[in-house]
Structure formats: structure tokens, C-alpha cells
């Protein structure tokens, strides 16, 4: 079970003084739930937070399990998908007595999306707004299919987040060209669309979904028609408008604007979609109409995506936001801990600390933003200052957890290459001499062991081999390993130069 920080969760059950026990007592269940989403916001962060939780709310609670409510199917789809452990897991560390939680739109019928612990089928759970319980009744469907036209129907992206702005957005060297080129398109008004598409590209919290946001607001403020997606909301939208037959409004929706910003569109899945997606990049692309696209990858490491749409979105102009040195996150820091201080005057955070946590996070600006809730929360929580040794505590989990750099094939292929004194394009290549051969080898077990890429992704990126032969060669290696210690002490610093 998920546990947050044990001066949080002390001081949560210190306030609380005995966690709800699941009765249908409204007044002992909506404190337990007010509580709940305190330790949401807190251990999530603000910006998830309001994305995806300010707007679910607790029905009842009853038999053990939580009822709770958002107003979109997308929402409810998503907290499924992502967040459901999460909230479940908060939700007994309060109340023990809840062994499940169920999601649904309100005014639409839910079922618990939490098995029992004994392996019992899920107990059903009336809707907010119909009295008969909840089971598989003939009037149930019409409903369903009413609430997708009226998704497919009303489809207009997500929103934007105000707080995203570029005058909140911190600019440093890592980031500054994405920004110009950001400004640019935002403000770009007449004539034919600036570097169509704009493509940015960098790991987790870097700043890529921000200016984004930022490029949306601005574009707006000009009167520009802006539609904001992201890929999960993109793929929605599409299937809901073929399920109720609306697809031609979905596609006359988004041709119909001057801007279309996607996010994350790694994710975007499926032959169809991914079919709708090109149409829609080349419809607007070719009416001169603005595209923004944001991933954690070039274009040409997208292997899931269609070869055409991965050439289109290569077309633009393609920037990658590199990682945060100590003085961007530490001028990232002091916005953060400025706007915190606005809603707590009393909360103080030395320049010495604050330098610290500076110095000690190093991998994102998420990570950043969760050390102030941290310290926020040991501030508020125990009435103790922040010192550099509270500092310490509080922020370990992320010091500890911070991501490793990202390996390419392309670093590992040269790397390696350079190594073995052979050129990529042999390694790439058909032959099959020794010299060759074992260099091939060796890269394609790398690439194996530090990259997420499956065995069919890594065969294209070495010329377009089978899986099979990539397997072959991950074996061999693997065995060779076991018996020359020359060779393992070989791959090992190749490894560590590639992580370094």
C-alpha cells in the first residue's frame, strides 16, 4: 500500500483522531474525504492536482467501498487508468474500513473499479442521480450512448492551465531557444504559419507541456482559435465520435482553427488514429493553419508512430529542451517557494536551504515543485523550522529516485563504433566479418539494457533486422559475458560512459 511521508501521515491521523469506519455518516466521510484530497494535493503537487482531482468529489460510502464522482467520461477513464491505485491507497491509509473506490460520471450509472480483496465479484453501487441500483438494465444503454454524442458533440481539447504562462516560464540555457521559437509562434499573427510544425522534445518536466500552455494563452489573447490536446484526450475524441457517428464534426472541428497543440504525442496509439492524426497534421499544414507538437523523443525515435506522420512532424522545426543546470533550478526554485509564501506568509525557507535543494535535485522541475510541497507540508504540519538537515529528510525519495540519463541507440551505435574503430554505417550494414560482427553485437545488447526499445524497435534502428537476430545477439553477449571477463569489464565501462 502506498504510504506518503510519516510526518504527514502522523500529523494526519493526529488531526483526524480515528479514520472513518465506512459508515453512511455524511459528516464523518466528507472530513475523512477533505482529508484524502489534502494528502492528494500535497503528495502530488499542485499542478496534477487541479488537472486531474479538483474536480472529484465523494457520493457516499457504504459496504466498504468509496463512491466517487468527476463530471466527463475522459476524467473518469483517466484517474482509472493512472491514478486509481493512488487514490484507493490514500484513501484507506484515512479509512482503513474502505477496501475499494468506484469512479463515475455524475448523473451516469459507476461500477466499482477495485476488485474485493477476497476475489468476490465487485458489489454494485447506485448512480448519483438514479435511485435503482446499479446493474445491467435495458435503459442503462441509451443513456451511455447519450453521454458519447454529447462527449463527441461538445469535444473542444483540454484546457489550459492559467498558471502556465510565459511570464511564469524560467529560461536558461537549456531552454532558451525553445522558448524563442515558442514566443515567436505564439505571437505570429497573418501570413503563413513560422516553423509548421514546432516540435518540442525533452524528458519529464523540463518545461515542454508549459510552453505549451503558454503558447495556447498567447495565441488566444491575439484571437487566434486554439485547440489543446493531448494525446490521451486526442484519441478519446476521435473514438467517441465514431462510436456515435459524429466523426466528420470531430474532423470539421479541428480544421477549422489556427492553432493545434498536442501533447505527449507518444502516446497516440492505434492504426486508425494514428491514420486521423496524419490527415489532420496535413489538412492544417497545407491551409497554413499552426501545429505544436511536444514529446519525450525526436520525431525519428518515435517508432510506434507511422512513418509518414514521424516525416511530417520532422519537417518543422525540431528543438530539444536540455537538462536544468543549478541556476535555472534554482531561479525555478525561488518562483516556487515566492508563490507559496503569498498563500503561507508564515512559511520561510533560508537562502542556505534553498540553495541546497537546488544542488541536491538535479533531475527535473517536477521534482522541484515536490520538494516546496514537502517542505511546505513539514512546515504546516509540525510548526518546526526548515533547516538543511529537515531539508534533507524531507526531499531523500527524490534525490534518491532521480532518473538516469536517457540512452539513445544513436549514442550506443556511435560509442560503440568509435570503440571497436568501425564506422556506424558498417555496424548498420550487412556485413558479416568478424571486425563487424562482434562490435554489432555488443551494441545491440547495450541497446537492450539501457533503453526501453523492444527487440523489433532496436532490429529497425540497426538496419531493419528481424527481432529474432537481435535476440540472438543479446544471448551471445549475454553467454560471452559469463566467460570472458575482459569483455564484461569492456561492456561495463562502455555502460557507464554511455550513463554518464
Sequence with gaps: MYRGASGLEQASHADAGHADDGAPDDAPAGETWSRVKRRLRVELGEDVFASWFARLELDAVADGCARLTVPTRFLKSWIEAHYADRVLATYRAEAPAVERIS???RGTPVRDSRKPQDGSRPTSAKAPIPTASFGP????????QAAERHDAAEFAGAPLDARL?????MIGRSNALAHAAADRVARHEGGQALYNPLYFHAGVGLGKSHLLHAIGHEARAVGRRVIYLTA????YGFVASLKAQTSLAFKERLRAIDLLVIDDVQFIQGRSIQAEFGHTINALIDAGRQIVVAADRPPAELEALDERVRSRLAGGLV?????LDEALRASILAARLAAVRAAHPAFEVSSAVAAYVARAITANGRDLEG???RLLAHATLTGSAITIETAETAIR??????EPKRVKIEE????????YNVSRSDILSERRTAVVVRPRQIAMYLSKVLTPRSLPEIGRRFGGRDHTTVLHAVRKIEKALGEDHALSDEVELLKRMLQE
Design 412 to 419: 550506443i551505435q556511435k560509442l560503440v563504433a568509435s570503440r
Design 232 to 235: 490521451d484526450r486526442f484519441m
Design 319 to 323: 528543438v530539444e529542451i536540455g537538462a
Design 165 to 169: 504562462t510565459f511570464q511564469s516560464f
Design 137 to 144: 438494465r435495458p435503459s442503462a444503454a441509451p443513456s451511455i
Design 371 to 373: 520538494a516546496v510541497n
Design 103 to 105: 469512479i463515475g460520471v
Design 397 to 402: 525519495d527524490l534525490v534518491r529516485n532521480r
